[in-house]
C-alpha cells in the first residue's frame, strides 16, 4: 500500500534558524510526485515545493528545499532562515503520475519563537 | 475574484438538516475535488470530478452528494449527517493532462459542526 508517514506531530524553531521536516512514504512505483504543502492557521493550503521522482537535483524555492533521498524513500523538507509567517501544519503529500489522487501525510506543526 | 472560494465559511446543521458546499474555481482548471480534513489524520479524498465527470468516490456515506454541473463548479450536498461528519471539507481544482503539473490549489474551507 502506498502511505506517507510524517513522524513530527510538532516542531518547534527559533526565529532566524533553520528547522527540518521529515517524511517517508512507501511506493513501489518508479515515477511520482512528492509536494509540501502549507497550510497556515487561515487554512488555505498552498503548494511549497515540489520534485518529481526521476530528477536527483534536490528541489529548491527560496529559503524552502528539499533533500529527496530515493532509494530511502525520504522526502524532508529544510526551511532556512525561518520566519513568523511560516508558522503553520506542514504536509507531505505523494502521487503518482498517472493518478489524480494525493497519498497525505498526517502533518508536521510548525512553531516559530520569536 | 481569483483562485479557489468556498462558501460559507463555518455551517452549523442538525443532523436532520439538509445543507449545502459551494466550491467555485477560477483558474481554468479541468479537475475538482473534496477532501475532508480531520483533526491530527491525513486529508481523506472523497470526490473528484475531471471534466464534469465523477472519477473517484472513496467510499463516502451515500449522506454526502456532490455535485458538479460545470468544470469551474462543485457543490457537496449533506443530508443526515452525524457528529463524526464534523470536520473541515476542503474544495480543490487542478489542471490534469499533459500540460498539468497536477499542483493542487486549495479553498479556505467550510468549517462544518453537526450538532
Known amino acids: 500500500a502506498q502511505t506517507v508517514t510524517q513522524s513530527q506531530p510538532e516542531m518547534s524553531v527559533q526565529e532566524a534558524e533553520t528547522v527540518t521536516l521529515s517524511c517517508t512514504y512507501d511506493?513501489?512505483?518508479?515515477?511520482?510526485?512528492l509536494f509540501w504543502y502549507k497550510q497556515p492557521p487561515s487554512r488555505q493550503m498552498i503548494l511549497v515545493i515540489r520534485q518529481e521522482a526521476y530528477k536527483q537535483q534536490n528541489a529548491t524555492e527560496n529559503r524552502f528545499s528539499v533533500n529527496f533521498q530515493k532509494a530511502a524513500k525520504s522526502f524532508s523538507l529544510k526551511i532556512s532562515d525561518s520566519q513568523l509567517g511560516d508558522a503553520a501544519m506542514y504536509f507531505c503529500a505523494y502521487r503518482v503520475d498517472s493518478n489524480y489522487q494525493l497519498i497525505w501525510g498526517a502533518g508536521t506543526k510548525l512553531i516559530i519563537k520569536p | 475574484e481569483t483562485g479557489v472560494t468556498q462558501t460559507p465559511r463555518h455551517l452549523v446543521m442538525g443532523m436532520t438538516n439538509k445543507k449545502s458546499l459551494k466550491c467555485e474555481q477560477h483558474l481554468g482548471h479541468n479537475a475538482m475535488y473534496w477532501y475532508k480534513q480531520s483533526a491530527k489524520k491525513p486529508l481523506e479524498l472523497m470526490f473528484v470530478?475531471?471534466?464534469?465527470?465523477?472519477?473517484e468516490n472513496n467510499s463516502v456515506p451515500s449522506r454526502f452528494s456532490p455535485e458538479c454541473p460545470n468544470s469551474s463548479h462543485l457543490f457537496l450536498h449533506l443530508h443526515t449527517l452525524q457528529p463524526e461528519d464534523s470536520a473541515l471539507y476542503l474544495c480543490?481544482?487542478?489542471?490534469?493532462?499533459?500540460?498539468?503539473?497536477?499542483?493542487?490549489?486549495f479553498g479556505e474551507g467550510s468549517r462544518l459542526t453537526v450538532l
Open positions: 480543490a481544482s487542478s489542471h490534469v493532462g499533459l500540460a498539468g503539473t497536477g499542483e493542487l490549489f
Open positions: 511506493t513501489s512505483e518508479s515515477d511520482y510526485y
Open positions: 470530478y475531471n471534466f464534469k465527470e465523477q472519477t
